[in-house]
């Protein structure tokens, strides 16, 4: 008999016939093959839908391969529930081969599942891992406070000291007084790194809570302020319109307040001074930039740029606390974007970051990484 008409052969005896075709043994063996069949059916739906909701768990092939291996299990059943009348014997073999060929691929992940499956935290220990996360999260606010209160103490001292001293001094040397502006400036400094690693450390303790932004709004109010602040100053201000984010208000802000003053003060000695803020591919992460034509950096020392503490100039050329970019870096990280930078010395430098410009959920932001793009 060729093998194709061999499913549906009707040479054999069904099951029936080996329980005498007793009522009771034939509808017990017959639910008991459909229920598990039924079950069997359901599993994989979960299975699949926890393979495309979590696409970066590390086990997503051996919930795929099991799924398919239950799926076969499952019509083996099927068709053995339908044998008890029927005798399509082959058809059942050939799909029980199948199970089987599906079954070594499915043993063999779970055994190379299993360390990592073993060492997966309960529920309990993630809670007590949030607790104490939490704990340290308070205990890192507390300290953060009792730092800058014990830093800012010994600074306001020397500060007074210093005023004092420069009063008492009626006829004070040149040298005098370039040693007193000195330890003046050095208490500003000071204070001023106190203040950025206070809103370096807040950042990541820090609820967002987002909404649309006009980023257009904020960078024009931005620039208002340096231009109010230092009237002299002749600079070229491009902003493109209807720029808009989607995240917490006050962290965008300080984010362009970073860029928009790390471009004004590095263009400062350019006469010309051109600063532009726009945007290169629209989406739902989209591509923002802030250019300048100031005195840029060498891009060799680009890989640490924003690395707490990194400066690419020298304090005597340009005054700041090496803490601006590692806090834009970790404001635009917070809202699942991305940021690099472009430069070259004496030419300017052009900084890319990208931010969502409309809600998205945790699962887009994995299933859709950000590229880095460069304007036309």
Known sequence: MPYPTRFLAESFRPYATSFDWVPSLVWINALADLTIAVAYFTIPIVLFRIAYRRK???????VMCFGLFIIASGIVHLIRALNVWQTWFWLEASV????????IPTAVLWWRSLPDIVTLPSRRELRDA????????????????????????????IAGQAGLLELSLHHPTEEQRRRLTRIQTSVKQMSELIDALL?????SRHTLH??????????????????????ARQVQVTIAPNLSVHGDGRLIHDLLRNLITNAWKFTSKNPDAKIEIGQVAPGTMATFFIRDNG?????ARAQRLFKPFVRMHSAAEFEGSG???????????????????????????TFYFT????????????SHPTREQSPA
């Open 56 to 62: 970066d768990l590390a086990f997503r092939w051996l």
């Open 96 to 103: 029980k081969a199948i199970a089987a060929i599906l079954s």
């Open 130 to 157: 949030n607790q104490s996360l939490a704990r340290a999260n308070s205990e890192l606010e507390a300290f953060s406070a009792s730092a800058s209160h014990d830093l800012r103490s010994p600074l306001t001292t």
């Open 199 to 203: 809103v370096l450390s807040r950042i």
């Open 210 to 231: 987002r909404e649309i932004v006009n980023a257009t709004a904020l960078a024009e109010q931005i620039f208002g302020d340096l231009q109010q602040n230092d009237p």
């Open 295 to 299: 005195a840029g950096f060498d891009m």
């Open 323 to 349: 803490l601006g970019l590692a806090t834009v870096a970790r404001i635009v990280e917070r809202h699942g974007g991305k940021m690099w930078a472009e430069a070259k010395p004496k030419e300017g430098a």
């Open 355 to 366: 931010l969502p410009t409309m809600p998205i959920t945790g699962e887009f932001l994995k």
